[in-house]
């Protein structure tokens, strides 16, 4: 479960001034939830994924990650939350250009314990439940879009995380290739039962799940309304 | 867990396969440069240390010139012997020399030295056939020659022939018993001063008997010395001072070499220097490209500590393959360079110095470390969030 408690955070702009983009925000996040983030270019989704994620810090207010208040934890103890909590999925896929499909996908893993055929295991089938086992040697380069945002949401579930954050996972993607990228996803998301936040400009991917909220003028509303 | 940052950090090298090549690169000159210059500098260090040493002597060694009264001979026996009774605790060694200059051999004219003592305690000559003139009291008087006698004359071990002491009238039956090196470059031949009586007798008033004392560290010049004016004085009941001189050139050829090993070294250092910045340039140059990969590190659980060792470890990866690399090189080139440096001085050039090459890593790692240390830091404070707004 993810709880933001009045949460506020500014952005320092180069020319000095101070952008407020959340203000006094809440929102609680229960566990296998889906939930989507809509709003204009430039309201601070990206910026509340982020501190979801533990990708930044508040500058006010409380956070908790399954009970745990984040605000004041140590480094250390951030990327240990970090990396057991969270999958993320970029809109600009994110991938290690100079690394295969597979050594992308292993990434996560190499951050925990674990043996290397384990590991090896477990890059395998999240390639394989993206359908694409027999691209695992290709370089990112070597891959479309569509098949490159798919790695990337293998990398995003191969470590058995408990939320994935994605961040217009298919703001790159022509609408056809989006719609099977956000099948797979709201598939997958299903089955590991994991709760998904998801952020996107388009109201059609919205219409899919269940709880939708909008951003703007720093704080959350009901967007199916 | 350190097993698994190896590995991001080997994969990091080996994905910038070019670019770690071109780093490493200076650093295998840097430690190439530390190997060989410093095995070079040794090993010629060696070479014309003790070539300076069989030529002029062993460090410490003085000269005691008697004059060349009608006399002298028998006064700077006596004298040698007395030397050698009071020498002895401070274990000085006394050998007394005359030169015999232009003696006539079978093929030319050779510089001969007779000898009472051992010279080689002073003069440490290799015996390259044979042996060392002994004592022998043969009616055939033992020569030893040098190596330049042997080749110019065609004269080797065994050979019996009779030569012409310089200064004198005389001919005496010689037999070659040895060949030695003496660093000398002209034809060179010892005898034993006790077997050559009749002609030291004529060369008395015409050449000066010297004596040669050496004392091993721990003995100062100025101590030796004083020790063998009073000596000498007391010896001689004289009031002219004795012609006393430091003939050894060890301290002028190890400072020398000195010299030239530390300006060396300075070059191995200042490539590395090199090296170490050329890892904080490209470090640093490309800080913008990796930090988008660090910062994906991080966002899958990874410490800045670790990516700061992630950054650390390439930079020591690339440094310990460049090391390997050049002392596998040095020790292949280390041979070459050893016969190039020490050219015509022949002296046994066997020994790799392991020392320099456990320095020279050392040093690369140590640059790597230092290069990498920065762009690490900085590496470590990326802001991961930026990543969402790539
Ligand atoms: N590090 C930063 N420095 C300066 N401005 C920033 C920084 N981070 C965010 N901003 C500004 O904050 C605002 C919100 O950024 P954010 O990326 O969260 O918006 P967004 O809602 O995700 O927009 P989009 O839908 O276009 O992705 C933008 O105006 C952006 O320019
Ligand atoms: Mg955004």
């Known amino acids: 479960m993810l709880e933001l408690q009045s949460c506020c955070k500014s952005i320092r702009l180069p020319s000095g001034d101070t952008l407020q983009l959340l203000r006094d925000l809440s929102l609680k996040i229960l566990p296998g939830e889906s939930l989507a983030i809509l709003g204009r270019s430039g309201t601070g989704k990206s910026t509340l994924l982020g501190l979801l994620g533990l990708l930044d810090t508040l500058d006010c207010g409380s956070y908790r990650v399954d009970g745990q208040e984040t605000v004041g934890l140590c480094d250390r103890a951030l990327a240990n939350l970090r990396g057991r909590t969270f999958g993320f999925i ?64 293998a990398r995003a579930l191969v470590h058995n995380p408990h939320v994935i954050l994605a961040d217009e996972p298919t703001g790159s993607l022509d609408r056809s290739t989006g719609t099977m990228i956000l099948r797979l996803l709201f598939n997958l998301v299903k089955e590991a039962g994991v709760t998904l936040v998801v952020v996107t400009h388009e109201p059609l991917i919205a219409a899919q799940i269940e709880r939708v909220l909008e951003l703007s003028n720093g704080a959350l509303k009901d967007g199916n309304l | ?59 410490m060694t003085l000269s005691l010139n008697v004059s060349n009264g009608r006399r002298a001979f028998g006064q700077a026996d006596q004298l040698l012997s007395h030397l050698n009774n009071v020498l002895a605790p401070v274990k000085a060694t006394a050998v007394m020399t005359v030169d015999a200059d232009s003696t006539l051999f079978p093929g030319g004219s050779v510089e001969m030295t007779l000898v009472k003592g051992d010279l080689r305690e002073i003069r440490p000559f290799p015996v390259r056939r044979g042996e060392w003139i002994g004592s022998g009291s043969d009616i055939v008087l033992p020569v030893v020659i040098n190596k330049a006698t042997s080749a110019n004359f065609g004269l080797t071990t065994g050979m019996t022939f009779s030569i ?110 090199v090296g170490a910045m050329g890892i904080l340039n490209i470090g640093l140059a490309t800080l913008r490209e990796r930090s988008d990969e660090l910062s994906l590190h991080r966002s899958f659980g990874a410490t800045r500590l670790q990516v700061i060792a992630i950054i650390v470890l390439e930079g020591q990866i690339v440094a310990l393959s460049a090391a390997c690399i050049a002392i596998v090189f040095g020790l292949f080139g280390f041979p070459l360079a050893a016969s190039f440096l020490s050219q015509g001085i022949e002296v046994s050039l066997q020994n790799f110095p392991y020392e320099a090459a456990v320095i020279g890593v050392v040093a690369c790692c140590f640059a790597a470390f230092i290069g990498s240390l920065v762009p690490a830091i900085r590496a470590g404070h990326v802001p991961i969030a930026s990543i969402m707004r790539l």
């Open chain 2, 1 to 59: 867990m350190i097993f698994q940052i190896l590995i991001i950090a080997w994969l990091g090298v080996r994905s910038r396969l070019g670019r770690s090549i071109l780093t490493a690169l200076s650093l295998f000159i840097g430690v190439l440069a530390i190997v060989v210059i410093q095995a070079g500098a040794g090993a010629a260090q060696d070479a014309v240390m003790s070539n300076a040493i069989l030529t002029g002597g062993r460090a």
């Open chain 2, 164 to 273: 012409s002491p310089g200064h004198t009238h005389e001919q005496v039956n010689v037999r070659v018993i040895g060949v030695i090196t003496d660093g000398m470059k002209e034809p060179n031949a010892y005898a034993p001063l006790d077997l050559t009586q009749s002609w030291v007798k004529q060369l008395a008033g015409l050449v000066s008997p010297k004596i040669l004392i050496h004392a091993d560290s721990g003995t100062s010049q100025a101590q030796l010395t004083g020790l063998i004016r009073n000596e000498y004085f007391r010896f001689f009941d004289t009031e002219r001072s004795p012609e006393i001189s430091r003939i050894d050139q060890a301290d002028d050829f190890a400072q020398t070499l000195g010299t030239i090993k530390l300006i060396f070294s300075i070059i191995a250092g200042l490539s590395l220097v």
């Open chain 1, 90 to 153: 970029y809109q600009r896929f994110c991938l290690m250009s100079r690394l295969s499909a597979f050594q992308n996908v292993e990434a996560p893993l190499l951050h925990r314990p674990g043996r290397r055929a384990d590991r090896h295991k477990a890059v395998y089938e999240a390639l394989d439940k993206v359908g694409l086992i027999e691209r695992a040697k290709h370089k990112p380069d070597q891959l479309s879009g569509g098949e490159q945002q798919r790695v990337a949401i």
